[in-house]
């Protein structure tokens, strides 16, 4: 699955200069909204970008992202537009800063001085040091970049992401950074915009955290099922929590609960929850008790289980991190968590077995293995 995969062409706010001029309007941005402006070279990844944080941002209503015209003519006539942020996108698989990416920056600069500008390294695929490297190598290129030495003092931030998951040999990588480059552009929106833009954007943010920790969920699930599919009598709890714990791990950095000790509580009992089903094997029993599923070879329908497993310890824990940001779950001393987690967990479970059902129906058994870590990911990224 590419990073650059093409999207389904949607309206640009750029593309209505005629109809502006001629219903006589004074602009092409709603100045009561913050507009954030996508810079970068073509290829930089900055239109996918757009299209996968833009429905979070419609939903809002009062956010509006635009995905920058790469003429120049047309670029500076944004300058009378109410821009609030620019973000400008570089290919974080990149080995190297291009000469036109810091051109870029510096054109960014130069016609907006008085907005934040925060650098996105797009296609972001690589574990956490990767991203310092590629960090580092920005800062190091501001350094030596002659036409403008105060870029550096210019850029607020520098944040990568991966905008839409991206299948390798060894896994999936899901989405990730999305909710930090929102939770960024909050801090840095301009003072006279920030209080009637703060709660709406604080919903954004929440919304791209839930799509990052549904794609950890969806990736760790797949690799579980990869695991659960080495030919055993049955998925090995103890072979699961290294992936289950990773997966949780990921889960709690993204919502940074303040309470460590509850959130630590949280993952234990949703791991606890994810052994006990598989040494009951009341999974198992259950996907054996649909027809479809009882024609599956043995080592399939133990993928199955362990990515099913899986999936139910992930889900779980997004749901009770979005009952403490609701409101609907308040921690104190009294606050147990082995219950709340139990609840949910038991919950899950039927709606994951109808679409394990749903997935393997009319497939035969022999083919399924050759997919199996997408077609795993696509199953529980689409019974969310």
């Given at each position: 699955?590419?990073?650059r995969?093409?999207h389904e062409?949607?309206r640009n706010?750029?593309?209505?200069?005629?109809?502006?001029e001629?219903?006589?309007k004074p602009?092409l941005?709603?100045p009561?909204?913050?507009?954030?402006?996508?810079?970068g070279?073509?290829?930089?990844?900055?239109?996918?970008?757009v299209?996968?944080?833009?429905p979070?941002?419609?939903?809002?209503?009062?956010?509006?992202?635009?995905?920058a015209p790469e003429?120049s003519?047309k670029l500076?006539?944004?300058?009378?537009?109410p821009?609030?942020?620019?973000w400008y996108?570089?290919?974080g698989?990149?080995?190297?800063i291009?000469?036109?990416?810091?051109?870029g920056?510096?054109?960014?600069?130069?016609?907006?001085?008085?907005?934040?500008?925060?650098?996105?390294?797009?296609r972001?695929?690589?574990?956490?040091?990767?991203?310092?490297?590629?960090?580092?190598?920005?800062?190091?290129?501001f350094?030596e970049?002659?036409?403008a030495?105060?870029?550096?003092?210019?850029?607020?931030?520098i944040?990568?992401?991966l905008?839409?998951?991206?299948?390798?040999p060894?896994?999936?990588?899901?989405?990730?950074g999305?909710?930090?480059l929102m939770?960024?552009?909050?801090?840095?929106?301009?003072?006279a915009q920030q209080?009637?833009?703060?709660?709406?954007?604080?919903?954004?943010?929440?919304?791209?955290?839930?799509?990052?920790?549904?794609?950890?969920v969806?990736?760790s699930?797949?690799?579980a099922?990869?695991?659960g599919?080495?030919?055993?009598?049955?998925?090995?709890?103890?072979?699961?929590?290294?992936?289950?714990?990773?997966?949780?791990?990921?889960?709690t950095?993204?919502y940074d609960?303040?309470d460590?000790n509850?959130?630590?509580?949280?993952?234990d009992?949703?791991l606890?929850?994810?052994?006990?089903t598989?040494?009951?094997r009341?999974?198992?029993?259950?996907?054996?008790?649909?027809p479809?599923?009882?024609?599956?070879?043995?080592?399939?329908l133990n993928?199955?289980?362990a990515a099913?497993?899986t999936?139910a310890?992930?889900?779980?824990?997004?749901?009770v991190?979005?009952?403490i940001?609701?409101?609907?779950l308040?921690?104190?001393?009294?606050?147990?968590?082995g219950r709340?987690?139990?609840?949910?967990?038991?919950?899950r479970v039927?709606?994951i077995v109808?679409?394990?059902a749903r997935?393997f129906?009319?497939?035969k058994?022999?083919?399924?293995?050759?997919?199996l870590?997408?077609?795993?990911?696509?199953m529980?990224?689409?019974?969310k």
């Amino acid at each position: 699955m590419s990073p650059r995969a093409k999207h389904e062409a949607k309206r640009n706010i750029l593309a209505l200069p005629k109809r502006a001029e001629k219903e006589k309007k004074p602009g092409l941005l709603d100045p009561e909204k913050l507009n954030v402006l996508v810079l970068g070279a073509p290829g930089s990844g900055k239109s996918t970008l757009v299209e996968a944080i833009r429905p979070y941002v419609e939903a809002d209503g009062a956010l509006e992202l635009i995905d920058a015209p790469e003429s120049s003519a047309k670029l500076k006539a944004l300058r009378k537009e109410p821009v609030s942020i620019v973000w400008y996108c570089l290919d974080g698989m990149q080995r190297s800063i291009l000469e036109e990416d810091l051109d870029g920056l510096r054109q960014a600069a130069k016609l907006w001085p008085d907005l934040p500008l925060i650098a996105v390294f797009t296609r972001s695929l690589g574990t956490d040091e990767r991203d310092v490297a590629n960090i580092l190598m920005l800062q190091d290129a501001f350094a030596e970049y002659r036409p403008a030495k105060d870029l550096a003092l210019r850029t607020k931030d520098i944040i990568c992401v991966l905008a839409h998951e991206f299948e390798t040999p060894l896994g999936i990588v899901p989405v990730r950074g999305l909710d930090r480059l929102m939770e960024r552009t909050r801090e840095c929106i301009p003072e006279a915009q920030q209080a009637a833009s703060e709660r709406k954007v604080r919903s954004v943010v929440w919304d791209l955290k839930r799509k990052e920790a549904n794609a950890t969920v969806a990736a760790s699930s797949a690799l579980a099922a990869t695991i659960g599919a080495v030919p055993v009598s049955f998925p090995d709890a103890t072979l699961l929590v290294p992936v289950q714990t990773a997966m949780l791990a990921k889960i709690t950095r993204l919502y940074d609960l303040k309470d460590k000790n509850a959130a630590s509580q949280i993952s234990d009992a949703a791991l606890k929850a994810g052994a006990t089903t598989i040494v009951g094997r009341s999974l198992l029993v259950a996907l054996k008790g649909i027809p479809v599923v009882g024609t599956i070879g043995g080592s399939v329908l133990n993928a199955a289980v362990a990515a099913a497993v899986t999936a139910a310890v992930g889900e779980t824990t997004v749901a009770v991190y979005d009952r403490i940001h609701r409101g609907e779950l308040v921690i104190d001393e009294s606050t147990d968590f082995g219950r709340i987690v139990n609840e949910i967990f038991s919950g899950r479970v039927p709606d994951i077995v109808s679409v394990v059902a749903r997935t393997f129906a009319g497939k035969k058994a022999s083919d399924i293995p050759k997919n199996l870590a997408k077609l795993v990911y696509e199953m529980v990224a689409k019974g969310k």
